[in-house]
């Protein structure tokens, strides 16, 4: 069984190239799933206080039987924990539900920049981190504004989430996220009901490689040191997905894929909207 490869964090830990999201599944669900996939062979689950579903992230994780030092488990907090001893409250009940001592990457789900305090969040992760209660510092739809203010207080995260695809290729946060060593993690890294899979481009390159038109997608979110993290509960898809390590695109192929790039695409304004 392949495991995805690894990229090295600032902090020192290594993150899987590609995991499985969790959102929108159940606790029911996301045990099922969770248990499904690390059998599979994948080592990243994503998970978050406002998907609801930890405790069964965390009864997948149980029956899957592997070591516990052998996953990333990563999780998110939402906006009324942005203090550094709402975070620590926020961890405490994350793992718990999950059953776990420590998180790999804990991330500020949103920045909420209007109640002015997600430089304090970061902090309340970093303060746990100090504990070795988390392995790495997460921020997730952080802009580089957002992300400049808590560079400025003396952190620097060791991941930002945010929404990407081809559609959406996020060419500027990306710069500002490698001018500083902070690694990409892509939510959403499918285009979800945006038709990017049926896009003649995708599935061109699909056909030419024996792929199927996600794994080429993902494959072009891997290749360049994206983290992705597609969701799916069907075993087949979830074999399909981890299985895009073997196949290189070409220069010409990735190009073509970011002439996707759509001013119609949506991106959620983080400024506007947050949990």
């Not at 599979?40 to 030092?69: F, M, Q």
């Not at 991330?107 to 746990?128: D, S, T």
């Not at 957002?146 to 996020?170: E, T, Y």
């Amino acid at each position: 069984m392949a495991l995805a490869p690894t990229v090295q964090l600032r902090s020192g830990a290594r993150l899987p190239l590609l995991g499985l999201g969790t959102w929108p599944l159940n606790d029911d669900e996301a045990a099922t799933t969770v248990e499904r996939a690390i059998s599979a062979g994948y080592r990243l689950i994503d998970t978050a206080e406002n998907y609801r579903n930890e405790k069964g992230v965390g009864e997948g994780v149980r029956r899957s039987g592997v070591p516990r030092e052998e996953l990333f488990i990563t999780t998110k907090f939402n906006r009324e924990h942005h203090s550094v001893d709402g975070v620590r409250r926020a961890f405490e009940t994350s793992a718990d539900l999950l059953g776990v001592d420590y998180v790999d990457l804990l991330l500020v789900h949103w920045p909420n920049p209007g109640q002015g305090r997600h430089v304090e969040a970061v902090q309340g992760i970093a303060a746990l981190m100090d504990e070795g209660l988390v392995r790495a510092i997460g921020t997730s739809n952080y802009k580089p504004s957002h992300l400049q203010d808590v560079i400025d207080a003396g952190i620097v995260p060791d991941v930002n989430q945010i929404q990407l695809d081809p559609q959406r290729p996020r060419i500027v946060d990306r710069a500002f996220h490698d001018e500083h060593g902070i690694v990409t993690e892509s939510w959403s890294p499918l285009g979800q009901g945006s038709g990017l899979l049926d896009e003649p481009a995708v599935r061109a390159i699909a056909e030419a490689h024996g792929m199927t038109p996600a794994q080429v997608v993902l494959r072009w979110h891997v290749q360049q040191g994206l983290v992705a993290i597609p969701k799916s509960s069907h075993p087949e898809r979830l074999a399909q997905n981890l299985d895009v390590f073997d196949v290189e695109l070409s220069g010409e192929e990735v190009a073509s894929l970011y002439l996707l790039e759509s001013q119609e695409a949506e991106i959620v304004d983080s400024d506007e909207f947050g949990h």
